[in-house]
């Protein structure tokens, strides 16, 4: 059964740092584009980073410059470090794993940053 893992979320101030991890069960890890998005309550999911298979990365606008995306081929491990981290980066932080018409989320881990 393919599984997505998260791990790493908090409570920082502002200005720190938090990594997140995310382990996917799957053999074929290299295929796979992997994103983090986030979402807070009452609000749509929006996507923070992508890094794909062939490990080209996206960052939305209000991270780029903070935050770095990640993959790990020896431990199919998935990596947001997360920089310089502000109150509106308070949310719950979600892996995602996308090929060709396949998708799976990860059940969240919550950052939150205190002003």
Not at 62 to 73: A, P
Request: hydrophobic share 30%; proline share 2%; aromatic share 10%.
């Amino acid at each position: 059964q393919v599984q997505l893992v998260e791990s790493g979320g908090g409570l920082v101030q502002s200005g720190g740092s938090l990594r997140l991890s995310c382990t996917f069960s799957t053999a074929m890890f290299s295929i796979w584009d992997m994103s983090w998005y986030r979402q807070v309550p009452g609000k749509q999911r929006e996507l923070v980073a992508t890094v794909t298979r062939t490990s080209s990365t996206i960052y939305a606008d209000s991270v780029k410059g903070r935050f770095t995306i990640t993959r790990h081929s020896t431990n199919n491990t998935l990596v947001l470090q997360m920089n310089s981290l502000k109150p509106e980066d308070t949310a719950k932080y979600y892996c995602h794993a996308a090929c060709v018409g396949n998708t799976y989320w990860g059940n969240g881990t919550q950052v939150t940053v205190s002003s």
